[in-house]
């Protein structure tokens, strides 16, 4: 069982970055793929990121390849969404989320366990 919590959210403007984390509570972290998605206001939640257990393999949206990273600290129970050359588009609520397959979240764009979401909102 995961806890997920979000945080790192804000209001930038665009061409900022803005660095999300999130933070399980648990002790089985380091066994799950983790992954960020998005969904701004009257769309639906969309795949940004993910990352396999061990940080071997990463994936990403076509949208965020080249400005967003995806990292984790198994030490610290934390993901990492770095999020670089912000656009307005890019305004959304964040969240991080957590499976047992990595490519279930990087194929199929879903997961077992869900955070609360953080706020990003990026003014142009």
């Known amino acids: 069982q995961l806890q997920l919590a979000e945080s790192g959210g804000g209001l930038v403007q665009s061409g900022d970055s803005l660095k999300v984390s999130c933070t399980d509570s648990?002790?089985?972290?380091?066994?799950?793929?983790m992954g960020w998605f998005r969904q701004a206001p009257g769309k639906e939640r969309e795949f940004v990121a993910a990352i396999s257990y061990n940080a071997d393999n990463t994936y990403y949206a076509d949208s965020v390849k080249g400005r967003f990273t995806i990292s984790r600290d198994n030490a610290k129970n934390t993901v990492y969404l770095q999020m670089n050359s912000l656009k307005p588009e890019d305004t959304a609520v964040y969240y991080c989320a957590a499976d047992g397959t990595v490519a279930t979240m990087a194929l199929f764009h879903t997961a077992d366990y869900w955070g609360q979401g953080t706020q990003v909102t990026v003014s142009s």
């Open positions: 648990g002790r089985t972290f380091s066994k799950y793929g």
